[in-house]
């Protein structure tokens, strides 16, 4: 009878060690999709966290690795192993990783959380046989040991960060799930010239999140206050709406920020999405003078009327105001407003301009399971006519965006590596 109880308690314990497990495996599930690692560590077509997916850098093509249990992947990293490369920039060999990999951002996860990620990546994620590939930096640039000199100057240490008494518990979970795992300074915050971003936090000063410069054909814009080219026209319940479907009830989702929103966003809770949007909501504009927009009439009047003199406008009635409409509202969580829109006042117009040229696909989701598509107009606008339009929709309905010129059309038509064709209505929509 002692022998039949001692063994049921054993068994006991080992089910109990057993939900915990699956627990803490849900959890970093969970915390992975809040840090979108499949967006980067999937190439096209691939297994899912397999690796080589390329990314292009100021100095040549990395390629992302294999984190899978496989033993071309994590097989062999203990949780130290795991935890040095994620929030500290460190490979299990001892060399220094590329900051494509944000560890700087990282730094922030706790512990607890990093051991939640560690079982999910060991226990929960299908082992994926595929050797890491080398990058395309040439040499001398592809030496590594300048960048343990670059982590040393600029990665933060690793340090727990608690929650602030003083502050709204909402907004501390959405600065953590910002500055952290979410990463979005890495995208939103502009770079200095040895190429750290500029601010880490809040605290860090008003570059943070304050905008990127071009990387790839397009523009992370800034999550501040700013009403003409940030988020001070946003509500917190639209920015909600925005990150968890794509769309909200004047924009939509373009973009890198399409993948964020498709393997991220809409898998999060209403909590922690209400408490990123409350937190972005507390920045304030980096303008002092900046000014809620004020929509200017003039315009789509002239257009109502049969004017299409202003430079610009003949190729809009043309090809853009059957969706965005002449008076630039455009219709709700369909087709994305102009008037008022911060994207399109933004100093610099490549995103506009790359939307103009390739098009784009408005994703599926959970939620929003519609998905509408713009065409590509590369093949049939010229470069004059491509500036002309853009112009004139970032100058009407009250906006203040500056013009843009044909050579600037033409260098971004150069770069842009995929093959004119007529069909290509692009797959790539509009990120942040």
């Given at each position: ?16 060690v ?37 990314m ?24 130290e ?13 001892g ?40 990058s ?49 300074g ?14 880490l ?87 002092p003078?900046?000014?809620?927009h ?54 610099d ?26 065409p ?40 842009d ?16």
């Amino acid at each position: 009878m002692k022998a039949l109880v001692i063994a049921s308690l054993a068994l006991l314990s080992s089910c109990s060690v057993s939900a915990a497990e699956t627990d803490l495996i849900k959890q970093g599930e969970y915390l992975a999709r809040a840090g979108d690692c499949v967006a980067c560590h999937t190439a096209k077509g691939g297994k899912p966290f397999a690796g080589g997916l390329p990314m292009e850098t100021p100095i040549g093509v990395i390629y992302s690795t294999n984190i899978t249990p496989d033993t071309t992947g994590l097989g062999d990293y203990s949780f130290e192993d795991f935890d040095k490369a994620v929030r500290h920039g460190v490979a299990k060999n001892g060399s220094t990783l590329y900051p494509a990999m944000p560890y700087p951002s990282y730094a922030r996860v706790s512990d607890s959380d990093m051991q939640a990620l560690y079982a999910y990546f060991m226990k929960g994620v299908e082992p994926v046989a595929q050797a890491n590939k080398d990058s395309d930096i040439p040499w001398p640039l592809s030496m590594r040991w300048p960048l343990a000199a670059w982590r040393w100057m600029f990665a933060p240490t690793v340090q727990e960060h608690p929650a602030q008494a003083a502050v709204d518990p909402v907004v501390s979970r959405g600065a953590y799930l910002v500055e952290g795992l979410g990463h979005c300074g890495a995208c939103h915050t502009p770079r200095a010239l040895t190429m750290q971003e500029k601010a880490l936090s809040a605290t860090d000063g008003n570059a943070f999140l304050s905008g990127s410069a071009p990387l790839e054909g397009w523009i992370a814009k800034s999550l501040r206050g700013d009403h003409k080219d940030g988020l001070g026209s946003w509500s917190e319940e639209q920015l909600v709406q925005f990150l968890k479907t794509g769309r909200s009830d004047r924009s939509a989702v373009f973009g890198g920020m399409s993948d964020v929103v498709v393997h991220s966003m809409q898998y999060m809770s209403q909590e922690d999405l209400t408490a990123i949007a409350r937190y972005l909501k507390s920045l304030p504009a980096v303008d002092p003078k900046d000014q809620p927009h004020q929509y200017d009439k003039q315009v789509a009047e002239a257009l109502w009327k049969g004017d299409d003199s202003k430079p610009g406008a003949s190729v809009y009635i043309d090809n853009c105001a059957a969706c965005h409409r002449t008076d630039g509202h455009g219709y709700t969580r369909v087709f994305p407003a102009l008037a008022g829109n911060p994207v399109l006042q933004t100093a610099d117009a490549t995103s506009l301009i790359n939307i103009v040229l390739n098009g784009g696909t408005l994703p599926a989701t959970h939620t929003a399971p519609s998905t509408f598509t713009m065409p590509a107009f590369a093949w049939r606008l010229s470069d004059q006519e491509v500036a002309d339009v853009v112009s004139f929709v970032r100058g009407s309905w009250g906006n203040k965006g500056a013009p843009v010129k044909a050579s600037d059309v033409a260098d971004l038509r150069k770069s842009d590596r995929r093959p004119p064709s007529g069909d290509d209505l692009g797959q790539v929509t509009q990120k942040h």
